[in-house]
């Protein structure tokens, strides 16, 4: 599939081909009541989760084949699913001993959600497995290395990876079978003086800078979530620093993702080679893995007013 700078999730989703065309009149009257109709679903689908539901439900998720074979899932924190059953079900024996280990509740349902979402994409590629036969850890290459294992019973998985993210009362997670990729969640956000003089490259600067004050902490949080998911895909997180990553995306192109909240963007970044610690040049052995294509989405819940962006970042 080509990398269109804005992509609409609907028009590219391969379930959504051949969709039935809605009568005029009918969508003028289901425009009209969008708020209504969006209230009255909203309560008839909490009510049925409250009544025969026992398992949480993704929020969103994508299979391998809507974006160049990245799958995805998200999911609504909440602490009603953190059941007995649920726990057997989604953990696997050390995973269970490391929640345990967890004193604070919100811990405990940030690591059992991110779990979860892991453990969702990656079975779009691996059904037959349950999700408490695949464990998910951090490796133990190096001190400073993010990279979360994927272990099945018969050992590790030997190529691709997975990221896991969280923001707010949500969690994501996304796995790729063959690229290094990150994924990051974040919160739109107040930003100050001091977090803009600190984060961004002049380039970026002189970007946020020609933008309307109204879409100022949208596009931070676009930029910060870029750096985030690229320092994941590389395996060093924030201990690589935020000026080393830089994002090139046209300002026009900006300008209509976060005023149309519906689509996403797909632009590209970079670690800036001449910044790059001794470390980090091992790592990085050709000029291709500096380069990265990063996809960045809104995500508006329902239940409240807040917004949030998660970007994905994978090898060019």
């Known amino acids: 599939m080509p990398h269109p700078a804005l992509w609409d999730p609907l028009s590219h989703h391969p379930w959504c081909s051949g969709r039935p065309v809605l009568p ?58 953190i059941t007995e059953k649920n726990l057997d079900n989604v953990l696997n024996i050390n995973e269970r001993n490391k929640f345990n280990s967890f004193k604070v509740q919100k811990r405990k349902e940030t690591f059992f959600y991110g779990r979860l979402a892991a453990k969702t994409a990656l079975q779009t590629y691996f059904p037959k497995f349950l999700k408490n036969e695949i464990c998910i850890k ?24 997975v990221s ?13 079978p063959l690229r290094n990729i990150g994924i990051d969640l974040e919160q ?17 600067k002189a970007m946020l800078r020609s933008l309307p004050d109204d879409l100022l902490f949208s596009a931070f ?37 976060l005023n149309d909240k519906n689509k996403g963007i797909i632009y590209f970044g970079k670690i800036i080679e001449n910044n790059i610690e001794n470390d980090i040049e091992n790592d990085i052995e050709n000029n291709e893995e500096r380069f990265f294509s990063l996809k960045s989405q809104f995500f508006l819940p329902l239940y409240d007013n807040k917004k949030y962006i998660f970007t994905t970042a994978m090898h060019c």
């Not at 969103?60 to 995805?72: A, E, T, V």
């Not at 951090?138 to 990876?161: C, R, T, W």
Request: charged share 20%; glycine share 4%; proline share 3%.
């Open 164 to 176: 896991i993210s969280h923001s707010g009362q949500y969690a994501v997670a996304s796995f790729h």
């Open 188 to 204: 739109v956000a107040d930003r100050d003086e001091e977090f803009f003089n600190l984060n961004f490259t002049l380039q970026e």
């Open 24 to 81: 005029k009149a009918l969508l003028i009257i289901l425009f009209k009541n969008t708020k209504k109709l969006t209230k009255l679903c909203s309560s008839l689908l909490y009510t049925l989760g409250e009544v025969k539901m026992d398992y949480p439900s993704p929020v969103f998720i994508q299979d391998g084949s809507f974006y160049d074979q990245l799958s995805m899932a998200l999911f609504r924190l909440d602490s009603q699913w």
């Open 221 to 257: 949080t676009l930029l910060w979530t870029a750096k985030e998911a690229m320092s994941k895909a590389i395996g060093k997180g924030l201990t690589l620093s935020t000026m080393q990553m830089e994002s090139f995306i046209d300002r026009e192109k900006l300008f209509l993702f």
């Open 138 to 161: 951090n490796s133990n290459k190096d001190h400073a290395s993010v990279y979360p294992m994927v272990i099945f019973e018969q050992g590790a998985l030997p190529m691709g990876s």
